[in-house]
């Protein structure tokens, strides 16, 4: 009996995802469709379980697939903030009423620190955004980098105008 192949359509099912795609090269789209299907489909973000999850789907090694995972990550050519502000005006657009955003530091690695907003949809956190920094740089205080995550943040938001109480 043959095992059902999985196919990636992440980006027919997430119409950002399309909107994101179409600004990648083709290993970029291929990865990050790849990616979403594979959060999706396990629901964590996990790097080993995802890449566990991709070396199934393409038949290659794990130690491969978690590469590519990091290679895309790492890549400076794709713009992160774009791909952020795509996925929150998505998720935004679908809240009825004034949305829920969490801001918070979280702890990552040693000398990593992550500034993560969340979205709460349908009692779940979806992060809609995320920014790391190393933790000695921030020599006076950490409010200018607060301040522009809350800007950037911000301008992701469908009526910006409307959104200002949540900041």
């Known amino acids: 009996m043959k095992k059902k192949q999985f196919k990636c ?3 027919n099912v997430y119409p950002f995802v399309g909107k994101i795609a179409k600004k990648l ?6 990865c990050l469709s790849l990616l979403l299907s594979a959060i999706v489909f396990s629901g964590t973000v996990n790097t080993y379980i995802l890449a566990q999850q991709i070396a199934e789907w393409t038949k290659t090694l794990f130690d491969s ?3 590519r995972i990091y290679r895309f990550i790492g890549n ?3 713009n992160d903030v774009f791909i952020y ?4 005006k998505s998720l935004l657009a679908g809240v009825k009423g004034r949305p829920v955003i969490s801001v918070d530091w979280t702890e990552w690695h040693s000398n990593l620190r992550v500034l993560a907003a969340t979205l709460t949809v349908a009692r779940r956190s979806v992060v809609i955004f995320a920014q790391s920094c190393v933790k000695n740089r921030f020599i006076r205080s950490q409010n200018s980098m607060e301040n522009a995550f809350l800007t950037t943040l911000l301008s992701f938001s469908p009526s910006a105008e409307e959104s200002r109480a949540f900041v």
């Open 76 to 78: 400076t050519r794709v």
């Open 9 to 11: 359509s992440s980006v």
């Open 85 to 88: 502000e795509e996925l929150a």
């Open 65 to 67: 697939a978690k590469k």
């Open 25 to 30: 090269h083709g290993h970029q789209k291929k």
